[in-house]
């Protein structure tokens, strides 16, 4: 059995020199910056680097007597092979596939000799996005197969003849079913069973049929459909609604199994818990619905008396002669975000986000963890999330955890957090964090001994994406703006880190608009807009009473697009459009005082934040800066071109600006002309 505490110890401490953590400084000078700014400025950047280097997963799956692991966040993509009796990785192989690939979706054929492969991608370059490892043959790389046009796979099934399905999605598009022949080679797109979804994330096959589930866990609200559930017939090529009436209303459809001779469905939950359905392949109108207490239920796998789910706080079984549903205990570590879940030999193997295997004996109730680093998994610099500084260290989110750069040994320690920490700021040296997928707001102390993260603030699980986080002085709040990814609309969240009290106020814009930006000045709250789906009211940037969520005033800053980032300086409101638009909002007349086309430096995406009197701006590409007196915007730092997961951040302490260039960790001097 693997002690948890060395387990911790052990992935906390990066593998040192050898992943070039020990990053050397250099010193780049800028001249004039521009006809804006008189005499000469001096930009220090100094590489501190990679933000965060793990191991990060997205999937597993059980063939034989190998757990197979799925990358994320890495690149290039890779699968690993772990095997249960040495513990040890014993093999391996690249997923040739850009860019910024994740493997989401494992599944093998009925004589386990194929392993198929499917991508999630953050753009659509026209390549292939199905591959197929050949496991008899280990040594060799993996193979591409085909491309479904959806972009995005996120789940595969394989039927009993060896024929593949996939479903996924792409933004703005409805997802199709998706069909793989090995013999031929071909790949057909077999139909949009439902117009209405933005996302499939479950597909399981039977001799008969392909059974497709989908819904809006991402992009919802609006026309958006909510779970859905379709058989397709295999030989009439024909779809049939099948979904449960009591599942009608939940976001999405989660999870889908065949299990001998009964069909396996579950939900996501929102405004309600997530549901199962035990339904009869003979009659699929003839089913078993249970109601959980849980947000999360996928990942299903069973023996003769249960079936065993993971769900946000661990695994849970539902015995099948009571109906009943109870957690899985034993001695062991949290388990974090599960992905994946298989039942061998009286044990559960446990797929971790952390980067672990947990296998649990479900008689003894004892576990033994491998750590997957440990065992010979390759580590890579991820993709950043949030980041923040204060206390004498720079915090950088990733998958599954933050890591910690002390700035004054330069050591780096990777900090154990389920999900994704999207943005976070440092108060009075503590680390407080947004966490996604619906995990409210974390807390770490530096100064507690041997501490990790934990959860200070739950919220409703429909309120589940934070966007961007600012600390509000006068009110002692941690002010969180936040996006609902199934009801459409967002929320403020609020957090007394003092007392511990929370609160949050649900769409503070209007019921399209999420909370893209946040920031503060006297007390008041200002809100930046932004649609998820199209059409919709205009952007707006909304002043709010954090204390009490009431609505002072608003405006319309005149984008074209939503709002991607603010900021407070004086009396001025700084803002960037996501169309590449400056604008300007003098607070206390509450009026537009000016606009610029930024589009040169800053599109999509972006951060602000205020520095040495200045309001600084980070876009995919640049780092600049805005003149406190003309809003004229010069360059900082060109090229910076950041590898963000999900947008830019920058941050600053003590003058010094902190973001990331290329998958590095950078502290930046800028000392502007004046």
């Known amino acids: ?106 599944a093998a054929d009925p004589a386990g000799r194929y392993l198929y492969v499917g991508v999630l991608l953050k753009a659509d370059q026209g390549g292939p996005n199905l591959f197929r490892w050949d496991l008899t043959t280990p040594d060799r790389p993996a193979v591409a197969v085909g491309r479904t046009e959806d972009r995005d796979i996120r789940d595969l099934a394989v039927a009993p003849d060896g024929t593949v399905y996939a479903v996924g999605g792409l933004p703005g598009k409805a997802p199709a079913l998706w069909e793989y022949d090995p013999a031929t080679g071909a790949v057909t797109n077999l139909g949009v069973p439902d117009p209405n979804a933005t996302l499939a994330r479950a597909v399981a096959a039977s001799r008969d049929a392909v059974f497709f589930g989908a819904g809006s866990i991402l992009a919802g609200g609006g026309g958006a459909s909510r779970a859905s559930l379709f058989a397709y017939d295999r030989a009439a090529r024909t779809f049939a609604s099948i979904v449960p009436k009591e599942m009608e209303q939940d976001p999405s459809m989660r999870e889908l199994a065949v299990m001998g001779d009964q069909l396996l469905a579950s939900t996501s939950g929102a ?31 069973w023996d003769d008396d249960r079936v065993y789910f993971a769900t946000e706080s661990g695994v849970q079984a539902y015995t099948k002669a009571d109906r009943t549903i109870a957690p899985v205990t034993f001695s062991g570590p949290d388990l974090g975000e599960i992905w994946g879940l298989d039942r061998v030999d009286g044990d559960l193997e446990v797929v971790s986000g952390y980067g672990f295997v947990a296998e649990i004996d479900l008689a003894a109730k004892t576990s033994v963890v491998t750590d997957l680093l440990a065992a010979g998994a390759p580590a890579g610099p991820q993709l950043g999330m949030g980041i923040a500084a204060g206390g004498g260290y720079v915090y950088v989110g990733g998958n599954g955890g933050v890591a910690r750069h002390d700035r004054r040994t330069g050591e780096v320690v990777n900090l154990l957090v389920p999900g994704e920490a999207k943005d976070a700021e440092v108060i009075r040296g503590s680390l407080y ?51 609902s990814d199934t009801e459409g609309g967002g929320a403020l969240w609020t957090y007394a880190p003092r007392t511990g009290k929370s609160a949050s106020y649900v769409n503070p814009i209007d019921d399209v608009q999420m909370v893209r930006a946040v920031a503060n000045e006297g007390g008041v709250a200002y809100l930046g807009g932004d649609n998820a789906a199209a059409g919709g009211p205009a952007p707006a940037v909304v002043a709010v009473d954090p204390v009490t969520g009431r609505e002072r005033w608003r405006i319309d800053p005149r984008q074209p697009a939503g709002v991607a980032a603010l900021a407070v300086r004086g009396r001025y409101l700084y803002g960037l459009g996501r169309k590449g638009g400056l604008f300007v909002i003098d607070v206390r007349t509450r009026t537009l005082v000016h606009t610029a086309d930024v589009s040169a430096v800053c599109t999509g995406f972006a951060a602000m934040v205020v520095n040495r009197g200045t309001v600084y701006g980070v876009s995919d590409t640049t780092l600049f800066r805005v003149h406190p007196r003309t809003f004229a915007v010069s360059t900082v730092v060109a090229g910076i071109d950041g590898a963000w997961y999900s947008g830019p951040h920058v941050n600053a302490q003590g003058g010094l600006l902190y973001t990331l260039r290329g998958r590095n960790l950078v502290e930046v001097d800028d000392r502007p002309a004046r």
């Open 1 to 106: 059995m693997t002690d948890h505490a060395s387990l911790s110890r052990r992935r906390l401490l990066q593998a040192g020199g050898a992943l070039g953590l020990a990053a050397a400084a250099e010193s780049v000078l800028a001249g004039r910056a521009d006809a804006a700014t008189a005499g000469r400025a001096r930009t220090t950047v100094t590489d501190l680097g990679p933000g965060l280097v793990q191991f990060s997963l997205m999937s597993g799956l059980l063939v034989g007597d190998t757990v197979y692991v799925g990358s994320r966040n890495l690149d290039p993509a890779c699968v690993v092979g772990f095997d249960r009796s040495t513990r040890k990785v014993v093999a391996h192989t690249p997923i040739d596939a850009e860019p910024e690939p994740s493997i989401q979706a494992l």
């Open 271 to 301: 405004v309600e818990p997530g549901k199962i359905a035990v339904m009869e392949l003979k009659d699929l109108s003839s089913y078993t619905l249970v109601t959980t207490q849980s947000d999360t239920i996928k990942s299903f796998t």
């Open 433 to 483: 964090t947004g966490q996604y997928d619906a995990q409210g707001i974390w807390r770490y102390d530096p100064a507690a001994r041997n501490a990790q993260p934990h959860q200070v603030a739950d919220f409703p699980s429909q309120q589940n994406r934070p966007l961007d986080t600012s600390w509000d002085p006068v009110n002692q709040l941690l002010l969180v703006a936040v996006q």
